[in-house]
């Protein structure tokens, strides 16, 4: 479920702008990966690698 705040966010608002003050900020979402379109295209294998050790990270799962 989306939020406002993680719409807003998602669509490159700067947290800190919010209504919302940024501690509640922060509780609500902890952690924020970018995806650079420039990145993706350039070296894809490794910016999935970094977009699966995010996911990883927010899901509180690890491989090995």
């Given at each position: ?10 669509r490159g608002?700067?947290p800190?702008q ?13 952690h ?9 295209f ?14 990883q ?7 090995g």
């Open positions: 479920m989306h939020t406002p705040v993680k719409l807003a966010i998602a608002a700067d800190r919010s209504r919302w003050p940024f501690r509640l900020l922060r509780q609500a979402i902890p924020v990966h970018r995806v650079s379109s420039r990145a993706w350039l070296d894809g294998r490794r910016e999935r690698e970094l977009l699966a050790e995010a996911l990270k927010a899901l509180g799962t690890r491989e």
